[in-house]
């Protein structure tokens, strides 16, 4: 009786276990899902964080979340339903924010972009209105997957959360993180669910598995190609981009980088000639220009347009240069003296303007190819440079003082206290740039640091080369509302006559261009020259020792004969094309307040300790092999990795899918038995796999058939092998007797392992070679 009572006061207890056991697939469920939109909203906040909006995207997401929530007992067409048309309004909204929305949708400009963002090299930063993007995006897949995923409809839930992922994978605005992270949940999704109801399997696991997979080794490998095919330059023939040893250059990081530059650490030098620039003065080549910094590299927003002779001139007093530029080899660039008006009628038709005023060709220039450009360079007059205080657009502004929102504080009030005592932007530009040069080494050999790389430069490194002064300038600037932008292109090269320059691939250079109202965008060059020069003179003294071609035209070695070339090469721009001591001095010769400015310095970085960096190599380059062995550490970490991971999961989700993981595991069977603690263990296993391969030759055992019978019956099929008989003996004893010797398990397993073997293919064909 008291029992009885007991089971039924246990019994509701007993139900709520069985209830709690059969909810947790569900909870797992969507958490796993939680864990897909939370690596996809990652993807939509870097972005935010970037060009702003987070505020407005974090709204939106939760908007999403609460309105799937509320329609989650809506039937499943009007659940889709209400997520397609946000995805439309999402579009829609981005569509009107277009410059000129009817142009852009009549000339399939839109579909051209969607090609590029996915297999180009257009990522989402390089939308021109990226956070109107993000957030008017964000609802329609956060909706969609979040209603089905509680609607218990696993596998579409995990379709569309994949999908959306694999779009930022494709256009490279996913990281390791958001990917690995992403990836892992929606099988999640589809594992759990499959616990929590019979709508997903296995065979769903495994192919949105091998689609994701393919997703990431396509980002890594189908984007360079696609990149090439719809690039501006529409060629990918140019291979400057990296030395003999197949390591990363100065030239390959900067001219070749297209819409986007990421920071590197250690690069080389290439010696190889590129242009012979014909001038009436020097100046700075320009090759384009970037106006969205991410902390780790740069971004230009806005697609190039085709050059329709209104480039426009700069607004203040100018100087006209005249230029002819020949290509030493294959090149995909199209450098000019800054600002460019017009270029010859021969290229007119194959050039296009960048949103930022650079010039790209559509197609690459063949060696021996030249081109004209005629350039308004705004006059470089100190005086007037002081004076330009006026109102600056607001199309300057929005564009060129943007700073991600963690940005560290640091470098602001570190630049305000360096510049306290300058009063005009132009004073503050130039202490800026002073004191970089000043409290900064020229080095190839760096570490490239984690975090806001400008914030890194001015507190935790002692060395650099261009990029890093560049943009540590670039940025203290625009903390101080100075706009300015991270330009690339050639520094003025060798000049072999009064108006000619050869300009080689270690040329390759970045600077700053600020601007001023009135005036216009000035160049300012932060990185010091002389150890720059020092550099690339002992480079092309290296290569010119090891006869390595196409490191000379005919006018260089003629120069190089006459030892005139250290004296020329690499020649720095007269203090009209860039900065210089001279016209610093003019200003200020020394930082205001350097006591006030050092004492902050060292209090604001008090907690971070120096990155430790690699030696400076007497030729300013960097050893091959340490850094063959560091590249490939960093490839591995990064997209090279990540490709490698997915490409050998994909595979093994392939061979899955085709049976080859078990033909694989048949195959593995048939040739290797391994000994076991257990002689009756592996007795009965010889037979299970003599038993296997008899089954596949004849037929399968019966049910309440012996393996005696069933031998037998095999044996009146087939040729008589008395192995069989005694493999039968040997289980029998092993089973029924209870008792077996490690002797005579190991002549079981023997005997499997020669009937497995001589019943395969290739034991038939080896049979029939030796005969």
């Known amino acids: 009786m008291r029992v009885s009572r007991l089971t039924s006061a246990l019994r509701p207890h007993r139900r709520t276990l069985a209830s709690a056991r059969s909810a947790w697939p569900r909870v797992l469920a969507l958490l796993a899902g939680v864990g897909l939109l939370s690596a996809v909203l990652s993807v939509l906040y870097g972005i935010t964080n970037v060009v702003g909006g987070t505020a407005w995207l974090a709204l939106a997401a939760l908007l999403a979340f609460v309105g799937a929530t509320a329609a989650r007992d809506r039937s499943l067409e009007t659940g889709l339903g209400v997520g397609g048309v946000l995805l439309v309004l999402g579009v829609g909204g981005h569509l009107l924010s277009l410059p000129d929305t009817y142009a852009a949708v009549t000339s399939l400009r839109v579909l051209r972009d969607l090609v590029v963002l996915v297999f180009g090299d257009l990522t989402l930063l390089r939308i021109v209105r990226a956070d109107l993007w993000a ?279 570190f630049a305000a206290e360096l510049t306290a005592d300058a009063e005009t932007p132009f004073e503050k530009t130039v202490t800026i740039e002073q004191w970089l040069e000043d409290n900064r080494e020229y080095s190839l050999d760096v570490t490239r640091p984690d975090g806001n790389v400008a914030d890194a430069f001015v507190f935790r490194m002692d060395r650099g080369y261009c990029v890093y002064f560049a943009t540590a300038m670039t940025v203290m600037l625009r903390t101080l509302d100075v706009p300015a932008r991270f330009a690339v292109g050639y520094s003025t090269g060798q000049q072999v006559s009064e108006t000619e320059w050869v300009v080689r691939g270690f040329n390759s250079h970045a600077w700053v261009e600020v601007y001023f109202p009135e005036i216009g965008w000035v160049a300012f060059d932060p990185t010091p020259s002389g150890p720059r020069q020092t550099v690339r003179q002992r480079r092309l003294q290296t290569v010119r020792q090891s006869n390595r071609s196409g490191v000379d ?33 003019t200003t200020t010769s020394t930082p205001p307040n350097q006591s006030r400015i050092d004492e902050q310095r060292g209090a604001v970085a008090a907690d971070t300790a120096p990155v430790t960096l690699t030696p400076d190599s007497s030729s300013g380059t960097e050893s091959e092999s340490a850094v063959t062995r560091r590249s490939l550490l ?138």
């Open 135 to 413: 957030v008017g995006i964000a609802p329609a897949p956060i909706f969609a997957t979040w209603y089905l995923l509680l609607r218990r409809q696993y596998a579409l839930a995990a379709w569309i959360g994949g999908l959306t992922l694999g779009f930022f994978l494709l256009t490279g605005d996913a990281g390791r993180t958001a990917a690995l992270g992403g990836v892992t949940s929606a099988l999640a999704v589809l594992g759990f669910g499959t616990l929590d109801r019979s709508g997903a399997s296995w065979t769903q696991i495994r192919e949105l598995g091998i689609v994701l997979a393919a997703a990431v080794v396509l980002a890594r490998v189908a984007r360079p190609v696609t990149a090439a095919v719809f690039s501006p330059s529409g060629d990918a023939s140019f291979s400057g981009g990296t030395n003999a040893a197949g390591l990363t250059t100065v030239e390959g990081s900067l001219n070749e980088a297209a819409g986007r530059i990421d920071i590197r650490g250690t690069l080389s030098l290439s010696s190889t000639v590129r242009f012979t620039v014909t001038a009436d003065r020097a100046a700075l080549w320009h090759v384009a220009a970037y106006d969205r910094f991410t902390g780790d590299g740069w971004v230009r927003s806005g697609d190039p347009n085709d050059y329709d002779d209104s480039l426009r001139s700069p607004p203040g007093e100018t100087e006209t240069i005249e230029q002819r530029f020949e290509a030493e080899t294959a090149v995909e660039t199209m450098p000019a003296a800054w600002n460019p008006v017009s270029v010859g009628s021969d290229v007119a038709s194959r050039t296009r303007v960048t949103a930022l005023g650079g010039l790209q060709p559509t197609q690459s220039f063949a060696a021996e190819e030249s081109y004209s450009v005629t350039s308004e360079r705004p006059i470089r007059d100190p005086a007037a440079l002081r004076d330009a205080t006026g109102s600056i657009p607001d199309e300057i502004r929005d564009r060129y003082l943007q700073l991600p929102a963690n940005t560290p504080g640091r470098i602001g009030r």
């Open 634 to 771: 960093t490839d591995l970490s990064g997209p090279d990795g990540l490709a490698l991971a997915a490409g050998a999961v994909g595979l093994a989700l392939g061979a899955s899918k085709v049976g080859l993981l078990q033909r694989g595991l048949r195959a593995v069977d048939r040739y290797w038995q391994p000994a076991t603690d257990s002689p009756r263990q592996d007795v009965e296993r010889a037979f299970d796999r003599v038993e296997a391969v008899l089954g596949r030759q004849y037929r399968s055992r019966r049910d309440g058939e012996t393996r005696r019978e069933y031998v037998a019956a095999v044996q009146q099929r087939g040729t008589r092998d008395d192995r069989l008989d005694r493999l039968v003996h040997l289980y029998e004893h092993a089973v029924y007797k209870g008792a077996v010797s490690r002797q005579r398990a190991d002549e079981a397993r023997e005997i499997a392992t020669q009937i497995s073997r001589e019943a395969s293919l290739l034991w038939r064909l080896r049979r029939g070679t030796d005969r």
């Open 553 to 585: 035209t005919a006018r260089t070695r003629l120069s190089a004969a006459r030892s005139t070339a250290t004296a020329s090469d690499n020649a720095t721009p007269t203090p009209a094309a860039t900065g210089s001591a001279t016209e610093r001095a």
